[in-house]
């Protein structure tokens, strides 16, 4: 079924799903292939009230470069220092596991 809201001219579509054993569900082919989703693809479930909400996992990549660059700006830290900083990182957390 689909429906769509006049007012905001969101589509919103039902696709019945059936609880599998171990609580696994098969998403519909025809809403993978619009999401863009595959097997093996994360997902995230969204609990909202009683309402479920099920999502392709965005990847945080550009969110997570953003704020690098930011900080990396606000301290005035250059590439060379953030690598020669990671460096030291990694030999401190290979010491202290070694101990």
């Given amino acids: 079924m689909t ?6 001219d969101v589509e919103i579509q ?3 799903i059936i609880l599998g054993q171990g609580g696994e569900i098969t ?3 025809l ?3 619009s999401l863009n989703v595959d097997r093996g ?7 909202i009230g009683n309402l ?4 392709p996992k965005q990847p945080q990549v550009p969110q997570l470069i953003d704020r690098i ?3 990396m700006e606000n301290e005035n830290v250059g590439l060379t220092d ?4 990671l460096e030291a990182e990694r030999e401190a957390i290979w010491q202290e596991k070694q101990s």
């Fill in 14 to 16: 039902q696709f019945p």
């Fill in 82 to 85: 953030l690598l020669a900083g």
């Fill in 41 to 47: 693809d994360m997902l995230v479930l969204l609990q």
């Fill in 52 to 55: 479920i909400v099920l999502a």
């Fill in 3 to 8: 429906i769509t809201s006049q007012e905001t």
């Fill in 69 to 71: 660059v930011t900080i």
């Fill in 31 to 33: 809403l993978q292939d």
């Fill in 27 to 29: 998403i519909p082919q």
